[in-house]
């Protein structure tokens, strides 16, 4: 069983910046990629950014180009998301996510979930 934990979340203002990271135990066969979602109150859980294995490929949802930053370090078993110039819609709680697909990145695809950590932007 693969295990995501993901840390780094927090209060911050409008403007601000934070950093999310991610540690997956293991890689699987099935693992062809990795991302971020986010799931605000109310609302469905939405993509923000994917990164595929071999990190030569990153997606972002319109919502967070030019702001947010996905990445992984050399040995691949942690994933970032730099966010920069926050907004107060991009409160959520943000999940890490291994994936059987690349691209913008489906939550049927999904293999794994991590636990969630809570961004809160204020105005």
């Known amino acids: 069983q693969v295990q995501l934990v993901e840390s780094g979340g927090g209060l911050v203002q409008a403007g601000g910046s934070l950093r999310l990271s991610c540690v997956a135990s293991?890689?699987?066969?099935?693992?062809?990629?990795m991302g971020w979602f986010r799931q605000a109150p109310g609302k469905e859980r939405e993509f923000v950014a994917a990164?595929?294995?071999?990190?030569?490929?990153?997606t972002y949802a319109e919502s967070v180009k030019g702001r947010f930053a996905v990445s992984r370090e050399n040995a691949k078993t942690t994933l970032y998301l730099q966010m920069n110039n926050l907004k107060p819609e991009d409160t959520a709680v943000y999940y890490c996510?291994?994936?059987?697909?690349?691209?913008?990145?489906?939550?049927?695809?999904?293999?794994?979930w991590g636990q969630g950590t809570q961004v809160t932007v204020s105005a």
């Open positions: 996510a291994d994936s059987s697909e690349t691209g913008r990145l489906t939550t049927p695809r999904i293999n794994y």
């Open positions: 293991e890689r699987t066969i099935s693992t062809f990629a």
């Open positions: 990164i595929d294995w071999s990190g030569s490929r990153t």
